[in-house]
Structures are given as C-alpha cells and as structure tokens.
C-alpha cells in the first residue's frame, strides 16, 4: 500500500507478525496527517517496524505521532519499533526521549525483531 503527496509517502508491508512501514521524505506538520494515518491503517501485529531510513526529517508533530502509535500500538498487545534513523532523526529521537520509550534499531531482520518484542 502506497499514500503519496507531493514529497512524502509511506510504503506498508504486512507480514504474519510484522508490519513494516517505510516512510520517505520529511515528516512534518505538512506531512504528519499522511503519517499518522498509515500508523493508524497498519493491522495489529506483535511488531509495527517503522523504518526512518528515507526520513531527513522529523518534527514534533512527527514525533508525537510517533509518541501515539506507540500507546495505541501497546494498547493492542503490540510493540513498536523504529529502525535506521538518519544521525539527524536520530538526535530528535535522543532529544525528546523518545528512544527511552520506544525502541530504536539499527538494520537486521525482522525476526530478530520479534525475538525483541517477544523478551
């Protein structure tokens, strides 16, 4: 599943205990509706991945997006999990404390995922 705009698009892949979504462009209060509803589409699954590899940039609006999916994400019994943030993204992440919250990766497969989700 593909949502689009002018510079910002989210690819959605569901596996049996997985879903991965793969945001590319900046995530910011013009971009964060499109986000946050391919946070909200995704099926339940033990692991939602987020992988912010294509992300340059993330705002507090995308970080509280983040912050929401997280609790709403929980609530269903799931896990969380953001992987391979951009140094700058990632330093967002550190800053607001995030990454205390939710959990960040760098790349690997998504069993070793659930191993995480599952400890």
């Known amino acids: ?3 689009s705009g002018d510079r910002f698009a989210v690819v959605t ?4 205990h997985v879903v991965e979504l793969r945001p590319v462009g900046e995530i910011d209060i013009a971009t964060v509706s499109a ?9 339940a699954r033990p692991v939602v991945r987020v992988d912010l590899s294509g ?9 509280r ?3 929401a999916a997280h609790l709403r994400i929980r609530a269903r019994g799931g896990e969380l999990v953001l ?6 993204v990632a330093r967002v992440l550190r800053v ?24």
């Open 65 to 67: 997006a983040l912050a």
């Open 96 to 119: 607001t404390g995030l990454h205390r919250v939710v959990p960040v990766h760098q790349s690997g497969p998504a069993s070793e995922l659930l191993t995480c989700a599952a400890a």
């Open 35 to 43: 986000f946050r509803a391919a946070l909200w589409a995704a099926p």
């Open 55 to 63: 992300v340059p940039l993330l705002s507090a609006a995308g970080v």
């Open 13 to 16: 892949e569901v596996l049996d």
């Open 1 to 3: 599943m593909r949502d």
């Open 83 to 88: 992987v391979d943030p951009a140094p700058v």
